[in-house]
């Protein structure tokens, strides 16, 4: 069992950056396929990017591609998305997930654990 805690969001101009942070407070992430989701004002939750046990695989929403990176640091227990030339419609509230397969990530329904989530707001 992983207990994951997000950081890193806030409120930002079109065109900035931010990275998001999930900190596994709990267990360790080093056996989970990782990934960020969002959830936007009035939307269904979206994966956003996934993560390999590894990092040696990575996948994107064609929304995002070129955009953000996902990456993560095992040896801290930490996974990193990294955002920039943020816009508007990117404003959500974003999550921190892992999955024991990385086959089942991309979808919320194949998450095993979920973080609380960081907002972020990107202002036009």
């Known amino acids: 069992q992983v207990r994951l805690v997000e950081s890193g969001g806030g409120l930002v101009q079109a065109g900035d950056s931010l990275r998001l942070s999930c900190d596994a407070s709990?267990?360790?992430?080093?056996?989970?396929?990782m990934g960020w989701f969002r959830q936007g004002p009035g939307k269904e939750r979206e994966s956003v990017a996934t993560?390999?046990?590894?990092?040696?695989?990575?996948e994107y929403a064609d929304s995002v591609k070129g955009r953000f990176t996902v990456s993560r640091d095992n040896a801290k227990n930490t996974l990193y998305l990294q955002m920039n030339s943020l816009k508007p419609e990117d404003t959500a509230v974003y999550y921190c997930?892992?999955?024991?397969?990385?086959?089942?990530?991309?979808?919320?329904?194949?998450?095993?654990?979920w973080g609380q989530g960081t907002q972020v707001i990107v202002s036009s």
């Open positions: 993560i390999s046990v590894g990092g040696d695989t990575t």
């Open positions: 709990r267990g360790t992430i080093n056996v989970y396929a």
């Open positions: 997930a892992a999955a024991v397969a990385y086959d089942s990530i991309w979808t919320p329904v194949g998450v095993d654990y």
